[in-house]
């Protein structure tokens, strides 16, 4: 059961990248915790797809808890829409998952294309503060509210293959650490920093042998989407009232006692 403290009725909430994988677990537990969601994607079709899903799943059938906006978290435009239909649709904007990230470049920095590394430095850091600064204006600043971003172990520790990607989930999570630290105490802050979750965006970090990059977590599996939806949903619940500026690893016990490089 649901308990009072945890249920998310009568507030809204925007979920970027939500089409697939960890933003689409997100999006449905925060629809199964009562909340009202936008959910953004850049292909209309599947995002389309993504709603319908959610709608029949996770809102009882009610197609009034879930909208759909197409577009780019890069697009100043498009978070701009996004944020201005939500406050129109559902009346407020309480929680913003910023959870968009992009990952084009894989190995050693001093061989990386720099303009692919400013286009995931836009997307996986300036865009979710852009979405923060609208927000912050359209909503949170009068009434408060709730924010996650979703960052990445790879964030806490080099790995030498997406060392861009991780880079920039550094940048996040100080990001998170200082607009904790600005916009409390109406506004809570934190970040989720996942290992590797079986999901469409991570596929290359385990398609060599799953099992043999399991074996370095200490629980012998690698993670699933709905094992960061939940710690999100208990993140921007008022059981978390105290928490903000944070960054909970959701890592089946990597970084502190597992031995997978």
Known sequence: MVTPMTDLTGRAAVVTGASLGI????????LDRGASVTITGRKPDQLADAAARLVADHAGGDEGRVLAVPGNAGSAESREQTVARTVETFGSLDILI???GINPVYGPLVGADLDAVRKIFDTNVVAALGFVQLAHKA????????IVNVASIAGLRSTGVIAAYGASKAALIRLTEELAFQLGPGIRVNAVAPGVVKTKFATA?????EEQ???GYPMKRLGAPTDVAKLVGFLVSDDASWITGETVRVDGGLLATGSAS
């Open 98 to 100: 910023n959870n968009a």
């Open 213 to 215: 990059v399991a074996q």
């Open 139 to 146: 909503w949170m600043a009068e009434h408060g509210g709730a």
């Open 205 to 209: 970090l385990y398609a060599h042998g």
């Open 23 to 30: 933003g689409y677990a997100i999006a449905g537990e925060l």
